[in-house]
T-cell receptor, first 112, second 115 residues
Framework: RKEVEQDPGPFNVPEGATVAFNCTYS??????FFWYRQDCRKEPKLLMS???SGNEDGRFTAQLNRASQYISLLIRDSKLSDSATYLC?????????????FGTGTRLQVTL | NAGVTQTPKFQVLKTGQSMTLQCAQD?????MSWYRQDPGMGLRLIHY???????DQGEVPNGYNVSRSTTEDFPLRLLSAAPSQTSVYFC??????????????FGPGTRLTVL
């Protein structure tokens, strides 16, 4: 079983739609969680951290369910500029450093 | 403030050649790392460093060497290139990684093809 699993997509949605991505992780000791965005042929960039209480940043909402080892990202009112691959990232603190494990990403294509 | 820079952006090697991928950051970050990204595999950690003079292996270290003589620079050396090393390589840095919320900043990547 992969440490971090994501549906690869692609998710093709019209502009204005709401879309949700899911991610599951296997190590219950994982301690922090992130969504990164990666545009085609570009580097990943942090989109948002994911907190147990859930957090929102404009049109983006992230949720964490530790019991089910499940992370989600909700994008409301999708824009063409949201088209990208969204990477689920899990962080496990080990000693003085951390181990980041990346999912393979979910590709989103927003269309007119 | 340039962030994380990587050179070259593209490279083609023949099997058996060696080369060094350069990475530099100007944010005074202690933690630096190298990842490779392959289709369907996600980013995988090759080597990392928690400070000048300290390096350690990640998930896929074989065939690669690193050194960290300064805080700013973290070069990745391919000792004898193999076709299996064809990939996109990303360097990343963060202030530390002991704080679980530290953001990783990635360089623009190096696309390497080994023939």
């Amino acid at each position: 079983r992969k440490e971090v699993e994501q549906d690869p997509g692609p998710f093709n949605v019209p502009e204005g739609a709401t879309v949700a991505f899911n991610c599951t992780y296997s190590n219950s000791a994982s301690q922090s969680f992130f969504w990164y965005r990666q545009d085609c042929r570009k580097e990943p960039k942090l989109l948002m951290s994911v907190y147990s209480s859930g957090n929102e940043d404009g049109r983006f909402t992230a949720q964490l369910n530790r019991a089910s080892q499940y992370i989600s990202l909700l994008i409301r009112d999708s824009k063409l500029s949201d088209s990208a691959t969204y990477l689920c990232v899990v962080n496990l603190l080990s000693g003085t450093a951390s181990k980041l494990t990346f999912g393979t990403g979910t590709r989103l294509q927003v269309t007119l | 403030n340039a962030g994380v820079t990587q050179t070259p952006k593209f490279q083609v090697l023949k099997t058996g050649q060696s080369m060094t991928l350069q990475c530099a950051q100007d944010m005074n970050h202690e933690y630096m790392s190298w990842y490779r990204q392959d289709p369907g595999m996600g980013l995988r950690l090759i080597h990392y460093s928690v400070g000048a003079g300290i390096t350690d292996q990640g998930e896929v270290p074989n065939g690669y060497n690193v050194s960290r003589s300064t805080t700013e620079d973290f070069p990745l050396r391919l000792l004898s290139a193999a076709p299996s090393q064809t990939s996109v390589y990303f360097c990343a840095s963060s202030y530390t990684l002991a704080e679980l919320t530290d953001t990783q900043y990635f360089g623009p990547g190096t696309r390497l093809t080994v023939l």
